[in-house]
């Protein structure tokens, strides 16, 4: 698969902000890292809204994460595409994170005309164990 | 299978209300509606905390409300365990929900000694059709 | 969702012996027990080619099961698509299958243009106990 | 995660043998490649008894070298444990494969003492495209 970058960080940045504003509500905590064609980078800050008692984060906040990755990805590669949606998601949470921000790591396995499935690795900033793992499918509405 | 109530409506009511204080944060949404050995029925508001453009339910939203569906179905069949986790969840999306309440009816399929695994249809209050389906496992702690 | 029958189950059995004859090459294991709108019930019968050590059945035996019943409610309910391939299968194992025939229950959970999603769910013969549950999502090929 | 090899190849290839004699039965087509702590690859040879019509292969035959694959690398690094099962098993189909041999990637994610969960990425032999992906949990069982 050859792909080029459609959107540039700064690009899906605006793009999200102004298309997705629901998502900043409770707070500014979602940062597009780096983005490259079928990749993208997610950071999630350790904000109060995703914490569990005892500092670990929530499984909808990782689910979060997951999900925003893999869209980012998928913009990043075929351009403004506000329509898509997640049709699947698989997770499998391996371990606590850390009581700190939250990196989710996308890469695309597969960007078809009418599905793109990707795989996203979830770590605690500095760390290099994965604490969850997300499988998911989006589908792209026809041009 | 043959299993017992452990923990009546409002006794799981009362322990996710006590334990798990911060879901209740956003705004006091999530209510059990019915428990039955093996089986719960969850109901989410609809409140702008969980709404995305043209008053559709967030994904995430939907997963919280299939993730605590099992909980409190394996809460109400072996009693107040509030270390279980979930290890894995897969959701697939298939329609899009009504601006309404929904509600996630759990059924579990499997009670281990470590393992629990139980699947959740969610629909719009008053609809027959299925907006979301969930798999989920989660791991019990030894006694 | 609405649906009507548009393959009997005489006609669906035909199709699956003339278009995929390979999967009948280890024996007549295969039988189409009801279709329905949206339903299908298979049985794969106990036979030496799917048994593991200790009588039990091998995991992609099970696998199988799933993935036809899955191909058959779908053939039942929108008549014989040749091209239809499965995108997404998602098994939970739960019990040891006993050493007898195994019946494979499948309900479509959605059925649209572009993909379908069902669950099944897998029993030993006489069983009420699931062995095995199984979300699966089919492509299928526009007209 | 740090793990040390506890069974070489040469083990690992002897043991399958000598403890699942069944999967060799329709013809030797199993093979391990490379074992290192945490990871396997596994080939699968292009055998009549995989294929579909149309060259292609079966996806029961992916979800088998998958398992095994995830079985391997957790033999490698755990040593010989007949009973690990699986519990949990997601398959996301990218691509027809080639009418080749197939080679099965796996990273396990997490190595707990109950349980294990990686990733197998399959490929057809000399193609860098994954034409099926997995996520896969066994149980293992209490020493």
Known sequence: MK???MMSREDVSAFLRREFPQIYMQGDIWHVEEVAPLRA?????????QIRP???ISGPAMMTLADLALYVAILASIGPVGLAVTTNLNI?????PEPRPMLGECRLLKLGKRLAVGEVSMRSE?????AAHVTGTYSIPSA
């Open 92 to 96: 499998n949470f391996l371990r606590k």
């Open 126 to 130: 500095g760390s290099d164990d994965i």
């Open 54 to 56: 005892g500092g670990t």
């Open 3 to 5: 792909h080029q970058l």
């Open 41 to 49: 980078v997610l950071r999630m800050d350790y904000h109060e809204s």
